[in-house]
């Protein structure tokens, strides 16, 4: 998921890089990968679980970092780099703009609930393209880290949307498939009629 520029700029606390070396800094091993961008098959379909635990999949996460970061993200699932596995990435504030920065291996949404928000969003698979879209204000997500171990992951909020949009992909969903309406032909006739775009 894209950052929102008001957010991108906004002092951020952050309770994860203090407890981390420099040599744990996400991304900082990875290399960039293109994004894929709307149109591309691999971004409906449906991600396979994860079942292999090894060096190639730490190197998954790193890639997928690196990218997320140099493209100005907040959240980035592997199929938007072209790998059909069911992993995602984040480093995202919540509404109080404290910082949330994780990887999932095998998420699943277990709780969406709270009021539903409708929010700006946008996607780095759709640059540029940006819609009001309803998700719900509490996600809870569970799955397990690159050794396998198991992860919790509760958000509010931004943060919230960001862990419903990354989950969504793994389905081979995008945020456009929640709109509906006059919002939803915009959105697509944006895209459609964007530079990058090669679906007409
Ligand atoms: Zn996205």
Same mark, same amino acid.
């Given at each position: 998921m894209r950052?929102?520029? =008001? =957010?991108?700029? +906004?002092? =951020?606390? *952050?309770? %994860?890089?203090?407890?981390? @070396?420099? /040599? $744990?800094?996400?991304? @900082? $091993?990875?290399t960039v990968r293109p994004v894929r961008l709307w149109g591309d098959p691999v971004l409906r379909e449906p991600a396979a679980e994860v079942t292999v635990f090894d060096a190639g999949l730490a190197r998954l996460?790193? *890639?997928?970092?690196? %990218?997320?970061?140099a493209a100005d993200g907040v959240g980035?699932?592997?199929?938007?780099?072209?790998?059909? &596995? =069911?992993?995602?990435?984040y480093d995202c504030p919540d509404d109080e703009e404290l910082r949330h920065l994780g990887h999932v291996v095998n998420p699943r949404l277990v709780e969406a609930g709270g009021v539903t928000v409708t929010g700006s969003?946008?996607?780095? $698979? &759709?640059?540029?393209?940006?819609?009001?879209t309803p998700r719900f204000d509490e996600t809870v997500v569970e799955g397990v880290d690159?050794?396998?171990h198991p992860v919790r992951v509760?958000?509010?909020?931004?943060f919230? /949307?960001?862990?419903?949009?990354e989950c969504v992909h793994l389905d081979g969903g995008l945020f456009t498939d929640r709109l509906t309406g006059l919002r939803k032909r915009r959105a697509?006739?944006?895209?459609? /009629? +964007?530079p990058w775009s090669q679906v007409r």
């Open positions: 950052a929102l520029a =008001r =957010r991108a700029a +906004a002092g =951020r606390r *952050d309770r %994860t890089l203090g407890a981390m @070396s420099a /040599r $744990s800094i996400p991304g @900082s $091993s990875g996460v790193e *890639d997928m970092f690196a %990218t997320m970061y980035l699932a592997a199929p938007q780099i072209g790998t059909a &596995l =069911r992993v995602f990435v969003e946008g996607c780095l $698979s &759709l640059p540029g393209i940006d819609a009001a690159v050794h396998g509760a958000g509010t909020g931004f919230a /949307r960001c862990l419903q949009h697509l006739r944006a895209a459609r /009629r +964007a």
